[in-house]
């Protein structure tokens, strides 16, 4: 579970980076007050919100199990454990 949710704080933090990346490149002060202003703040909140509610869309279209298929949860069999699958 902590590897998706890794990946969801990753990807809300692209576009800060992108933007300290910027903020480097033009050799402004990166850790001061007045090089993050409050609406720049709101747009970097915004566009990493994007991000996050299209891969949610993109994992919810492209991952998991294909229509119609049948899910077989975990049982034992001859004594052993077999995991669950989809069929």
Do not use: D
Request: a positive charge; proline letters at 8%.
């Amino acid at each position: 579970m902590i590897r998706p949710v890794l990946t969801e704080i990753g990807l809300f933090l692209i576009p800060f980076a992108v933007y300290a990346l910027y903020l480097i490149a033009t050799r402004a002060e990166l850790f001061h007050k007045t090089s993050w202003p409050l609406p720049i703040i709101g747009w970097l909140t915004a566009a990493a919100l994007l991000l996050i509610i299209a891969s949610f869309a993109f994992l919810a279209s492209f991952s998991g199990a294909p229509p119609g298929s049948t899910y077989v949860p975990a049982h034992i069999e001859n004594g052993r454990l077999v995991r669950g699958a989809e069929k």
